[in-house]
């Protein structure tokens, strides 16, 4: 565990919303914390977006200038290749510090995909990057909102491969992950945790499948043998209704089943966590949104969110660390 209290921002794509969400959050944030704060990025590119958005940058604010993108290079609105090496620049910069310890968190804008995948980024996105270079063996993603906390055991795969990815271990990790995460992180002691089933009804008795029955259910006895009494966890849950209920987490089966309800109760506050690695990663809920890119109109109240969580996060785990 590192023990800086330093956070580092990635810009993420430099032709979507990025730098205009990025230089607003810094503007807002308390002197303090700016103080704390490392933008990995091209500063052209941020003081285009700070601009638009009306927010100067803060001199407080520490800068690595990767310097070699111009705003011409990197059109707002317009994904490039160039902008596609730079999205993809920033986030290993920001990881080769994470790794050296000089950074204990950190908060990423939106990248495209496709563009980093045409600048050889082979992942699916940033949380399987992050759990490759940080050699993390289990990484799950976690969405944390005003109302609802959202754990999902399956990510970014088609639905028709759903069924056949989960797992009784699959499922099992991700409920302890979310579990760990919010007794050390979000001080909860005794989590009242739900776990959605996979088909209507839950599978009414194997009627509609048999995952909810032959996965779900060991994989929650398998957590309630390790995890004891001081965990309620109830389930597989009938997915139509269960969000009706009252738990401090639910673990969803795949993406949209989780996603769908937290971003329609909280969509400008909902932060993404991703669990399982060695510093504290956060980011907003969206993605680069180049309909409205350099028209400065973009909120930033998703990343000032991520911003917020994991200054919190990161204190959190320091104070645990001197104690």
Do not use: W
Not at 110 to 126: D, L, S, Y
Not at 132 to 151: Q, T
Not at 239 to 264: E, N, T, W
């Amino acid at each position: 565990m590192t023990h800086t209290n330093r956070i580092g921002i990635t810009l993420g794509d430099p032709s979507g919303i990025g730098p205009e969400i990025v230089a607003q959050a810094l503007a807002g944030a308390r002197p303090a914390l700016r103080q704390r704060l490392v933008v990995f990025c091209d500063r052209a590119l941020l003081e285009r977006g700070a601009a638009v958005a009306g927010a100067p940058v803060p001199g407080d604010v520490t800068i690595v200038d990767r310097g070699e993108l111009s705003p011409e290079l990197a059109p707002a609105g317009a994904p490039t290749a160039m902008g596609g090496l730079a999205q993809v620049a920033y986030l290993e910069a920001a990881t080769a510090a994470a790794t050296a310890g000089e950074i204990a968190g950190v908060v990423t804008a939106p990248i495209c995909k496709t563009t980093a995948r045409a600048a050889h980024f082979e992942f699916v996105g940033h949380t399987d990057f992050l759990a490759a270079r940080m050699g993390a063996s289990r990484v799950a993603m976690m969405f944390v909102g005003p109302r609802l906390k959202v754990v999902l055991v399956t990510a970014h795969i088609p639905i028709s491969e759903v069924s056949s990815s989960l797992t009784i271990d699959g499922v099992a990790s991700a409920a302890l992950m979310a579990v760990d995460a919010l007794r050390r992180d979000f001080g909860v002691p005794r989590p009242r945790v739900g776990v959605l089933g996979l088909n209507p009804h839950a599978g009414e008795g194997g009627l509609f499948g048999s995952e909810d029955s032959d996965v779900i259910a060991p994989a929650i006895e398998q957590c309630r043998r390790q995890l004891g009494g001081d965990v309620e966890l109830v389930g597989p849950l009938v997915p139509d209704v269960a969000f009706r209920q009252s738990y401090d987490l639910f673990v969803a089966m795949y993406h949209d089943q989780g996603l769908i309800p937290i971003k329609m109760l909280d969509f400008d506050s909902t932060v993404h966590l991703t669990l399982g690695l060695p510093i504290v990663r956060t980011s907003p809920d969206h993605g680069v949104a180049y309909d409205i890119a350099g028209k400065g109109v973009a909120s930033p109240a998703s990343f000032i969110a991520a911003l917020a969580v994991c200054e919190q996060l990161v204190d959190r785990r320091l104070a645990e660390s001197r104690a």
